[in-house]
């Protein structure tokens, strides 16, 4: 019933930028905070950003100053804008959002591939 669909994922060159997308459905998005995770071959799940219902972002030390994430809660979306990406920033991005019981839901991920 929770659907997340991340988007704006793709090959860049270092110094480029991209942004993702997540469009959710399924949750009433304007009451829930919404996190962008990334995970990269072999290694784990890491939390990149996330955004509270308030508007309030915090971001992973690694991302700072680089990327900044929003919602738009009439649109059902949150974005991931990634500037000065390293290719440190490769991996799968996924849209993340945890219900009232704290179950996680996760999108299918949007691959970014910053290669020189």
């Known amino acids: 019933q929770v659907q997340l669909v991340e988007s704006g994922g793709g090959l860049v060159q270092p110094g480029g930028s991209l942004r993702l997308s997540c469009a959710a459905s399924?949750?009433?998005?304007?009451?829930?905070?919404m996190n962008w995770y990334r995970q990269a071959p072999g290694k784990q799940r890491i939390l990149v950003a996330t955004?509270?219902?308030?508007?309030?972002?915090t971001y992973a030390d690694s991302v700072k100053g680089r990327f900044t994430v929003s919602r738009d809660n009439v649109q059902n979306t949150v974005y991931l804008q990634m500037n000065s990406l390293k290719p440190e920033d490769t991996a799968v991005y996924y849209c993340?959002?945890?219900?009232?019981?704290?179950?996680?839901?996760w999108g299918s991920g949007t691959q970014v591939t910053v290669f020189s």
């Open positions: 399924g949750i009433i998005f304007s009451m829930r905070p």
């Open positions: 955004i509270t219902t308030g508007g309030t972002t």
């Open positions: 993340n959002v945890r219900d009232g019981l704290a179950r996680n839901y």
